[in-house]
């Protein structure tokens, strides 16, 4: 049997839909947040003011509450939006001025007073006829971090203004709803499912079935979302893959015109994975849209594991196109469509969209990376990833070769987001891959200082220069600084003494 790792368990959360006064109901306003580009959680992505809900929550008064559930996550959504924006949604609090809001703020964020405290000292109470419940969201399996996030439409109230304070959050605005999605529509913004929903929902009008086609959706009951649309025609849909830990999923990406798509890495061996992917793939055809061909990055198993399943059931006709090594290696899959470095692979319709494909070997030898120059996208499959690290893994993984890669990444021009083989998007494209570059550098200047001293075996540089990490990973670092040790012999600064000691050279 594949062995599986459990999906990370989703936290309670809340988070608010926040409403300008008097705002046009044809298009109305609402204030959304960008998160720090820096943070590994959804950083760079547009969202809306929210966050965990604490222990204390669960303690607070909220009148006109159906249930204690629901005043916890109300509680939890008024402290979020607060802290993070300054605004205060409480009865009792007409009189205070804007130097008294700040100094609760104050009191919140120093820890002096904690939430329930505050509210119970200024006299001030929640009341659940405030917020409108419109949706719980919770966050794909394939992520690092997970909630369970209630959402609840708020109108801000009268004199108030709400202020970012730097930190997790770089930037908010004010912005009508169809502009905001005119923006992620331009492939100028990335935002989250329940964020591109609540978009799209008030885009259409403070209508009298707002709260209906709020709740149209059944992933706004808590459904698991499947497929992402992080960026317009390109659907992330992960699949859940027998992968290194700590990734649970292996991204598979389908990217479509109105006419046809490709799907990539389609990963999972497991029937129900299998199953959820074909039944979209299915919406798709029954649109009018043709499968042009199933694309693979590389070989790996996570990334080639439901290739046949697809097949059988979209029909033989359907290509499976790939780089010549990987082909070359395949001995489960058949390969019909090779793919040559720098071709150009293109799906007619509109929006018409090109790719073009990169040879970037090191992680495999047949790896593949799809570039669309027009919307500055990169599929970097499993040579960049949004979750854990990448394996260099001797004799098919090949440093000097990665090394090589990454730098061919690096000179691509206008990158805007990386795509991976596993985690959510990057939006800091070349930050990140100087970040991987600048990696391998240290751990490889690490490993010749470990050589220099007198470390001659694999397994004692592994004890001396990872440090970092568990006992357990420790396998897996040998073969990592395997890899290392291949390109500082072919560099010429350590010399092999036999199959598993150095020196240096």
């Known amino acids: 049997m594949l062995s599986q790792v459990k999906p990370v368990t989703p936290k309670d959360a809340a988070a608010v839909i926040l409403l300008r006064r008097n705002t046009d109901s044809s298009n109305p306003e609402i204030f959304w947040v960008k998160r720090n580009p820096q943070l590994a959680f959804l950083g760079g992505f547009y969202a809306f003011p929210g966050g965990q809900i604490d222990e204390s929550d669960n303690s607070v008064d909220v009148r006109n ?6 005043a916890t996550m109300i509680t939890g959504a008024a402290r979020e939006l607060f802290e993070e924006l300054g605004v205060l949604v409480v009865h009792g609090g007409n009189t205070l001025t804007k130097g008294q809001r700040e100094s609760l703020w104050d009191d919140l964020e120093s820890k002096r007073m904690p939430w329930p405290a505050l509210l119970r000292h200024y006299d001030l109470h929640l009341n659940a006829n405030d917020f409108t419940f419109v949706g719980r969201w919770v966050t794909p399996p394939f992520s690092p971090r997970r909630f369970d996030t209630w959402f609840f439409l708020v109108t801000c109230p009268a004199r108030q203004e709400p202020r970012v304070v730097p930190g997790e959050l770089s930037d908010g605005e004010w912005i009508a709803a169809k502009d905001a999605y005119e923006r992620w529509f331009a492939a100028n913004e990335l935002v989250a499912p329940p964020t591109l929903h609540a978009l799209k ?6 209508t009298a079935d707002l709260l209906e086609r709020f709740l149209s959706v059944p992933q706004a009951h808590g459904q698991t979302v499947r497929a992402i649309e992080f960026r317009p025609n390109y659907v992330c849909f992960p699949v859940r893959t027998p992968t290194r830990p ?5 991204n598979c990406y389908v990217i479509y015109t109105s006419k046809e798509f490709f799907v990539v890495d389609p990963g999972s061996p497991y029937e129900d994975e299998q ?8 919406e798709l055809q029954h649109d009018g849209r043709r499968l042009r061909a199933i694309l693979l990055t590389h070989l790996h198993p996570d990334h080639v594991g439901g290739v046949n399943s697809l097949l059988s059931h979209v029909g033989p ?3 499976v196109a790939a780089h010549g090594d990987t082909a070359a290696a395949l001995s489960t899959v058949s390969v019909n469509q090779l793919i040559e470095d720098g071709e150009i692979l293109v799906l007619d319709g509109e929006p018409p969209i090109q790719l073009r494909a990169m040879h970037t070997p090191g992680h495999a030898r047949g790896h593949l ?3 669309d120059d027009c919307r500055g996208i990169l599929l970097t499959g499993d040579n960049i990833v949004g979750l854990g690290s990448v394996l260099i893994d001797p004799p098919e993984g090949n440093m000097q070769d990665y090394f090589e890669s990454l730098r061919r990444m690096r000179a691509v021009k206008d990158l805007k987001v990386l795509l991976g083989g596993h985690g959510p998007p990057i939006l800091n494209a070349y930050g990140k891959i100087d970040e991987y570059i600048n990696h391998r550098r ?3 200047q690490n490993i010749l200082n470990a050589v220099a001293s007198g470390c001659d075996t694999i397994r004692q540089i592994v004890k001396t220069v990872y440090t970092d990490v568990s006992p357990k990973a420790h396998p897996l670092a040998e073969r990592a600084v395997l890899a290392h040790l291949q390109k500082l012999e072919a560099d010429g600064v350590v010399r092999r003494i ?6 240096a050279a």
């Open 246 to 250: 700590p990734a649970t999923h292996t």
């Open 65 to 70: 509450a159906a249930d204690e559930v629901t």
């Open 275 to 282: 199953i959820a992917l074909t039944e979209f793939v299915d």
């Open 442 to 444: 240290e751990r490889e």
């Open 201 to 206: 929902t008030l885009a259409e009008g403070l």
């Open 369 to 371: 990376c799809f570039h």
């Open 498 to 503: 036999d199959d598993d000691r150095f020196e």
């Open 317 to 319: 006709e359907v290509h």
